[in-house]
């Protein structure tokens, strides 16, 4: 699947839901599915600048294609991240590095 294909089915998803607190909610389920980080990738390098909230972000390329993990310490900002895993992980570094997210 494209990355704006996983785009659009994320849009799908959150237009189910009318009430903002339940489209916190799922947000909140995502970040609890979220392939987690490592332990030893908790560290500073692996640290998001500038946020906030704790965020790690860890990347591996294998047969082509980038796989990410992470983990934060705000539920809600752990399902950002998600969704962000979500779209990127499993996708060519080019087409990664081209992404224009909309979602």
């Given at each position: 699947m494209?990355?704006?294909?996983?785009?659009d089915?994320?849009i799908e998803?959150f237009?189910?839901?009318?009430d903002?607190m339940?489209?916190?909610?799922?947000?909140?389920?995502?970040?609890k599915d979220?392939?987690?980080?490592?332990?030893?990738?908790k560290?500073?390098q692996?640290?998001?600048?500038?946020?906030?909230s704790?965020?790690w972000l860890h990347?591996?390329q294998?047969?082509?294609?980038?796989?990410?993990?992470?983990d934060?310490?705000?539920?809600?900002?752990?399902?950002i991240?998600?969704?962000?895993?979500?779209?990127?992980?499993?996708q060519?570094?080019?087409?990664?590095a081209?992404?224009?997210?909309?979602f």
């Amino acid at each position: 699947m494209t990355i704006n294909e996983i785009q659009d089915e994320i849009i799908e998803e959150f237009s189910f839901f009318d009430d903002w607190m339940d489209k916190y909610e799922y947000l909140i389920s995502l970040g609890k599915d979220l392939p987690l980080i490592d332990e030893q990738y908790k560290d500073e390098q692996h640290l998001i600048k500038g946020c906030q909230s704790r965020v790690w972000l860890h990347a591996e390329q294998a047969a082509g294609q980038v796989a990410f993990t992470a983990d934060s310490d705000a539920i809600i900002t752990k399902g950002i991240i998600g969704l962000l895993v979500r779209v990127l992980s499993e996708q060519k570094p080019e087409d990664v590095a081209k992404a224009e997210l909309h979602f």
